[in-house]
């Protein structure tokens, strides 16, 4: 016979505590429900307790969000609005477009890095590289003007009319026309000018423009130079002061040239080359040299201009001319 003092304990075991896991009664021979029915009738005899079933309490675990396969999983509510793959169709393109936006930023990234490894090694090219290619062809040019003028000249044809100042023989495009010394820049200073203008022919030292006066004569004797890149020959133009000497030694004499001013011009002043500097159509009476490059530095937007006038031509049988003696 069973105490009724064990009936309500076997019903609170079945119900469970307020708001707690369910328990479900399930025969189990020594299971701590069955120790916590004991416990609940402790006024049963014995009799009783061994004839009353031993019930063990299961106890079932409250559901557990985001768990797959739960309430809270992927299938359930919580798992549609947490984040889960099934229950959110949209994260997956977003994943994607997230994917994407980071390649494509990668990618990016290292065109601008390849980018500026190129622009870095055009500059080094062009600021460095340049000058060791010019230095050598200064070098060649240099060589072959002085085996030039070291051979013998050819006699001139005996004419009744007075005795003109020697000219300059005419010049093939490229070749070395004259030696350029300026005190100023050193007395390493000696770039040879060579005929013409060309993109080439600057890459080979400073150009004389062809159609303007050669070195002493009557007219404008005009050169153009580069100022930073192939040995950057006019690179200290602008540091020329009114009065310093400029010699352009030829194959027999020194023509010593001073400073008489400079300015800064647009590149389409082209009448700064003109027999009489900005006096285009006008006799020349004095020979001038002028000396042009790009201006400021790094930039062709102007052109800086040097005008000199001749003041004294020397022999080289006399020697070097005063102002390479420092006088």
């Not at 079933?53 to 675990?61: E, G, K, R, W, Y």
């Amino acid at each position: 016979m069973t105490d009724a003092s064990s009936a309500p304990a076997a019903k609170d075991e079945e119900e469970g505590p307020a708001g707690g896991p369910s328990r479900v009664g399930i025969p189990a021979p020594g299971g701590p429900a069955g120790s916590a029915a004991a416990r609940a009738a402790p006024t049963a005899d014995a009799d009783a307790d061994a004839d009353a079933p031993t019930v063990l309490a299961l106890v079932v675990p409250a559901p557990v969000r985001g768990v797959s396969g739960g309430p809270g999983g992927p299938e359930g509510d919580a798992g549609a609005g947490a984040g889960g793959k099934e229950g959110m169709p949209g994260a997956g393109l977003g994943g994607r477009r997230r994917l994407l936006a980071g390649r494509l930023a990668r990618g990016l990234g290292e065109l601008l890095i390849t980018a500026g490894v190129l622009v870095a090694l055009f500059l080094a090219y062009q600021l460095w590289v340049t000058d060791l290619f010019a230095a050598r062809t200064q070098d060649h040019l240099h060589h072959q003007l002085v085996e030039q003028w070291n051979r013998p000249p050819v006699p001139p044809r005996p004419t009744s009319a007075a005795p003109a100042r020697p000219a300059v023989p005419p010049v093939p495009l490229g070749d070395g026309v004259a030696i350029l010394r300026v005190p100023r820049f050193g007395r390493d200073y000696a770039p040879v000018v060579v005929q013409g203008v060309s993109a080439a022919d600057l890459r080979r030292g400073p150009g004389h423009i062809p159609g303007t006066a050669m070195p002493g004569q009557l007219g404008n004797f005009v050169v153009s130079g580069h100022r930073t890149t192939y040995g950057k020959p006019f690179n200290r133009l602008d540091e020329l002061k009114v009065g310093d000497p400029l010699v352009v030694e030829v194959q027999d004499r020194y023509y010593t040239y001073r400073v008489t001013g400079s300015e800064v011009v647009l590149p389409n002043r082209v009448d700064v080359t003109d027999p009489v500097p900005k006096h285009p159509g006008v006799a020349p009476t004095r020979e001038l040299i002028t000396l042009t490059t790009c201006h400021p530095r790094f930039s062709a937007s102007h052109r800086l201009i040097v005008y000199g006038e001749l003041v004294d031509t020397m022999s080289k049988s006399a020697g070097l001319p005063p102002a390479l003696r420092g006088e």
